[in-house]
């Protein structure tokens, strides 16, 4: 063969995606991820906290009709999925949560899956792995959205899911992305305390409502 195949993480570059990012509450689950030095699935959890598991997952239920989702940590590409986000949250979303940025080479492992829509949708009927699967995140046309106004690197479905393989160890993490200085201040003080070296940086664009899912009057 001349040249070799395409890539995950190739075609994601050629499209502008720079981040695959896992998001995680900030005070009911980072002290514990610094701790253990991983990013666990629904089925690790399980297995080391029992039936108080639930408290450290976004959406418990998810799994009762999403059995393959136990073994996997759900991301996003491009921009949180600020819906569940917001949804998931009690006060006040941008306050509450903060996002790993996890190495592009993970798109493109064997076992790392992708689905346009939510993964849980349809029993996870709509969950692919490869490049097919990957740039069926970027058709056209998902359920009732369409390409029209995004930005090229933003997959056509808000909730649009990456799954990747767990669990992950922290060296996969690359940047703990923050709202503001203050909860920058206190994770880079969870960070030495847990003797954890990832770099903390203040990027607020990442926890406001981005202008292609405003509401338009």
Not at 185 to 194: A, G, S
Request: proline content about 5%; hydrophobic content about 40%; aromatic content about 10%.
């Amino acid at each position: 063969m001349l040249f070799a195949p395409r890539t995950v993480e190739a075609d994601a570059r050629r499209r502008g995606v720079h981040l695959l990012l896992h998001s995680t509450h900030l005070y009911k689950n980072l002290a514990y991820i610094l701790s253990s030095g991983e990013l666990h699935t629904a089925r690790t959890l399980t297995k080391l906290y029992g039936s108080s598991a639930g408290r450290f997952l976004h959406d418990p239920r998810r799994y009762e009709k999403f059995a393959v989702g136990l073994d996997y940590i759900n991301c996003s590409l491009s921009f949180p999925n600020c819906e569940l986000l917001y949804h998931r949250s009690r006060t006040d979303w941008k306050c509450e949560w903060i996002h790993f940025a996890l190495r592009l080479d993970l798109l493109s492992r064997a076992d790392t899956l992708f689905c346009p829509v939510s993964a849980a949708a349809d029993f996870g009927r709509h969950v692919q792995g490869g490049l097919a699967g990957f740039r069926a995140l970027f058709d056209d046309k998902v359920a009732e959205h369409t390409r029209s106004d995004l930005p090229r690197e933003v997959p056509t479905h808000p909730q649009a899911e990456v799954l990747v393989r767990g669990p992950l160890d922290l060296s996969a993490v690359e940047t703990i992305i923050v709202p503001d200085s203050a909860v920058a201040l206190e994770i880079e003080r969870l960070c030495e305390l847990h003797g954890r070296n990832i770099r903390v940086e203040v990027l607020p664009q990442y926890f406001v409502w981005p202008k292609w899912l405003m509401k338009k009057g």
